[in-house]
């Protein structure tokens, strides 16, 4: 579940689709549900439905077509475990989301990278390292709040 100090920096909301992976990081939705980020904030997207509220610390046992939707913990601030991208992280960094499709296999939706760009918005900074590799792992945070 929840990782490092909890201090009450997580809230619980209602995961917008049974495609919720943990320790990835989520946006709101219009209807008030959480989904997983499918790209980075840009600073011409800062105002966009893609921006990151936080990362979500527990996903569902399993996904019956009757057992509907859950309420998940959700990290908004505060030190987190997070699903790495593949690219190559080091301590200090500032990191941003990855962009792309959500899926167990491939570590794009909802993952981050490292960023220097200005453009991005970063959404926290690394507080452990990995190297460039096809199947990372998790990595820990400190997870900024939304700007």
Known sequence: MA???NAGLDITAVMGSTNVIRFRVVRLSSDGNFV????PSTATALNSSRHPFGVVQD?????????????????????????AST????????????????????????CVKPTTAITQ??????????????????????????R
């Open 3 to 5: 990782y490092g100090m």
């Open 36 to 39: 997983h980020t499918t790209g």
């Open 121 to 146: 918005a970063a959404i926290g900074f690394a507080v452990s390292t990995q190297a460039a590799t096809a199947t990372p792992g998790l990595i820990s945070m400190v997870l900024s709040p939304v």
């Open 59 to 83: 996903g569902p046992r399993t996904f019956p077509s009757t057992q509907g939707k859950f309420e998940l913990p959700l990290r908004y601030m505060g030190w987190t475990k997070v699903q």
């Open 87 to 110: 690219k190559a992280i080091k301590f200090g960094q500032l990191l941003t989301v990855s962009s792309g499709a959500i899926g167990t296999t491939t570590y794009l939706g909802g």
